[in-house]
């Protein structure tokens, strides 16, 4: 039998958040006595399929962030390291920072700003990356999609409805096997007109032949990106704690 794959999950927190309006980069804002980023790297450090954490933050708070870790007892991050000035950056990082790993095991590239990511959903991105070389969490769109050009009379125009049934919206974390992400990224990072958000879609954009797998996500996987998100995670994250508390649950 072949050893089991090294599952490596990266916590990618190298964006400051402008849109929050704060006056730190909303990953060390307080969610419920933590900081964000704590409660992200804490789904990842209770999933039992998760042998390491790496951790990318905004290079003038790398020293914040050790010490969180180290405060909150985290033992499975192995370093806290400055992310790149663009997403696309800093998890081609990410995977710099796996260098000494096999193109046969696992990495999950996972959005510090997700901090309600449940253990069960990270694990079953390592069960789908079993049959798959690139997975991505999604929910199905609760709302009908347009496509829009501009309109001749100024303002935007309707030129498509998707079916609805056909879309979803992504979440994080999105898991590969380390030498799909190492080639589609090797090609990207090559590209002067590369301009990606979604790290499955670099997959789709530079390998093709690449099948790129969903995993059903939960609407509670919200990003924090504006003020008041802020809020509705700490509502979420109490009737979670709510309900494990009658059930018993972790």
Known sequence: MSARPEVIAAVLAGGVGARMGAPAPKQLLPLEGRTIIEHSVAAFEACPDVDEIVVLMVDSHVGRVEDLV???????????????????????????????????????????????????????????????????????????VVRVTPGRTGGEAIT???????????????????GVARRAYGLAM??????????????????????????????????????GDVEVAETLLRRARARAAVTGAA
Do not use: W
Request: proline fraction near 8%.
């Open 70 to 144: 180290a405060e909150a007892g985290f033992t499975k991050v192995s370093r806290v390291l400055p992310g790149g000035a663009t997403r696309t950056e800093t998890s081609n990082a990410a995977l710099e920072a796996m260098s000494g790993a096999s193109d046969e095991d696992l990495a999950l590239l996972h959005d510090a700003a997700r901090p309600l990511v449940r253990p069960a959903t990270v694990s079953a991105c390592v069960e789908a990356l079993g049959q798959a070389g690139a997975v991505g969490v999604a929910v199905p769109a609760g709302d009908t």
């Open 160 to 178: 498509d409805v998707p079916p609805r049934a056909e879309l979803r919206r992504m979440q994080t974390p999105q898991g590969f096997r380390l």
């Open 190 to 227: 090559a590209d002067p007109g590369l301009v990606a958000t979604d790290d499955c879609g670099v997959v789709l954009r530079y390998l093709p032949e690449e099948e790129v797998r969903i995993v059903p996500g939960d609407e509670s996987n919200i990003k924090v990106t504006n003020p």
